[in-house]
C-alpha cells in the first residue's frame, strides 16, 4: 500500500504525464527509476543524510538507468525530500492511477492450488464482464486457503476460501 507521500508524488507525475499524453513514457521511466532506487545498496546511499546531498544527486545525473531529464529530476527531487524509499508506492500508485484512466481494473486470485490458464482466463473473462471493463488479473498461491479461491479487485475483497469458512464455523460453534 502506498504512503500518503507516495499517492502524491505519483498523483503529480500523473497528471504532469497525462497533460502531455506521455503517460506510457512516463511508465517506462519510473520502471527505470524504480529498478535503480530499489537496489538496497543504491537506497542505502542515496537515503544517507552523511552524505551531502549534491553528491547523491550527482550519483543519479550520471547513472545510466535514468536517460531522461525528468526521471533525473523525480529522483532529485526523491533524495532532497528524503523520500527515495517511496519508490515502490509511486510506481504502483502511477499504474494504478492509469489503469484507471484507461477503463481497467486490476484483480488478484488468490487458490491454494496453481491454476491452469483456462481457468485464468475463464475468471478474468468473467470479472471482465460483471464489471464492464478490462481486468488485468494476478493470481496467487496459497496453500493456507486448502481450496476455494479469494478474489480482490479495487477496495472488494470476495473470500469463498474453505479456510474462512471453517473459520466461520469455528466462530458458529464457539459462540453457540
Known sequence: MASGAAKRYAKAVFEVAQSEGRIEHWENSLA?????LSDPNVAEVLSNPTIAAGERMK???ESPHLMDPEATNLAK??????????????????DRLGDEAAGRVRATVTTAIELGAHD??????????????????QVAVDPRILGGLKLQYGDRVVD?????KLQQLRRRLVAS
Do not use: M, P, Q, W
Not at 32 to 36: A, S, T, V
Not at 120 to 137: F, G, H, P, Q, T
Open 77 to 94: 527531487l526523491l533524495i532532497e525530500s528524503n523520500r527515495v524509499r517511496d519508490i515502490d508506492g509511486i510506481a504502483d500508485e502511477f
Open 59 to 61: 550519483f543519479v545525473s
Open 160 to 164: 469463498d476460501t474453505v479456510a474462512t
Open 32 to 36: 527505470r527509476l524504480h529498478e535503480l
Open 120 to 137: 485464468r482466463d475463464r475468471i478474468a473473462r468473467e470479472l471482465s464482464k460483471r464489471l464492464d471493463k478490462e481486468v488485468k488479473l
